[in-house]
Nanobody, 114 residues
Framework: QVQLVESGGGLVQPGESLRLSCAVS????????MNWYRQAPGKQRELVAG???????EYADSVKGRFTISRDNTKNTVYLQMNSLKPEDTAVYYC????????WGQGTQVTVSS
């Protein structure tokens, strides 16, 4: 059983930064994509960023230039560096791994408010 544990969420002011981490309980040997999704109240869950095991990345247009996704395969961990945060970034952020099977974390709350 693969478990994903997110950390790093919190309350920040507009313009500040946060770094989310997602630790995967074991190495996934097949080709895979590690993603960050988010879901704001009353809205559908949306893909924020993704990174393959070959380090190809993709970003939602709304976060390009502000967020950076990275992964450390030696630690089975994926990160999301979020800079210049805006109130509209407020959401629960979920870690997702898509390989032969798909796995989700429990989510971490990010609140951007003055």
């Amino acid at each position: 059983q693969v478990q994903l544990v997110e950390s790093g969420g919190g309350l920040v002011q507009p313009g500040e930064s946060l770094r989310l981490s997602c630790a995967v309980s074991r190495r996934i040997f097949s080709d895979n994509v590690m993603n960050w999704y988010r879901q704001a109240p009353g809205k559908q869950r949306e893909l924020v960023a993704g990174i393959t095991n070959h380090d190809r990345t993709e970003y939602a247009d709304s976060v390009k230039g502000r967020f950076t996704i990275s992964r450390d395969n030696t630690k089975n961990t994926v990160y999301l560096q979020m800079n210049s945060l805006k109130p509209e970034d407020t959401a629960v952020y979920y870690c997702n791994v898509r390989a032969l099977r798909e796995y989700w974390g429990q989510g971490t709350q990010v609140t951007v408010s003055s």
